[in-house]
């Protein structure tokens, strides 16, 4: 289930003070994951699709950005490094504004995740994502749909 949070000012304060929002992508990534986290398969799959690289060993991947050199995962794109934060800390709720368009499709396949958006939810898909969404705003509290394309008839 996909768990999206739209400018939902009180979850934010509350979240924030139990440790379990998580602003600051790029810094979350280098304090947590480079050291606790054994990268997957599916993991893999995400550096390849975003990053248009391949992971090589421990820390280390390739990218097409970086004339497909080896280099360290601390240098893979903020919204690469949201979408890894998310598979691999799935009960932490990550601010995804950042994220462009290639790291949301991603995203948004996953079975789990937990997302926030400070402005607007970006509906600009034109293909039928499937998947579980739950949405949370001031005035909805988890309501589920069953694909994207309903969540945004939703939000819009």
């Known amino acids: ?35 606790q986290v054994k990268i997957t398969p599916e993991m893999a799959c995400v550096i390849s699709e975003i990053e248009g690289g391949t992971y090589v060993e421990p820390n280390m991947f390739t ?15 903020t919204g690469c490094k949201t ?8 009960e932490k709720v990550f601010f995804a504004d950042e994220c462009g368009r290639n790291v949301l499709k991603v995203l948004f396949r996953q079975s789990q995740a937990s997302i926030y958006f400070d402005r607007a ?7 039928r994502l499937t998947g579980q969404f739950r949405l949370f705003t001031d005035h909805l509290n988890g309501k589920q749909f069953d694909n994207y394309n309903d969540l945004c008839s939703e939000v819009s």
Do not use: T
Request: proline residues 3%.
């Open 1 to 35: 289930m996909i768990d999206i949070y739209l400018k939902n000012a009180d979850f934010v304060k509350q979240k924030e003070s139990e440790g379990e929002f998580i602003r600051f992508n790029d810094r979350f990534f280098l304090l947590h994951f480079m050291d």
């Open 63 to 77: 990218s097409k950005y970086y004339n497909h050199r080896a280099i360290s995962v601390e240098y893979l794109s």
């Open 83 to 90: 979408a890894l934060n998310c598979l691999a800390f799935p």
């Open 121 to 127: 939810f970006p509906c600009f898909f034109r293909e």
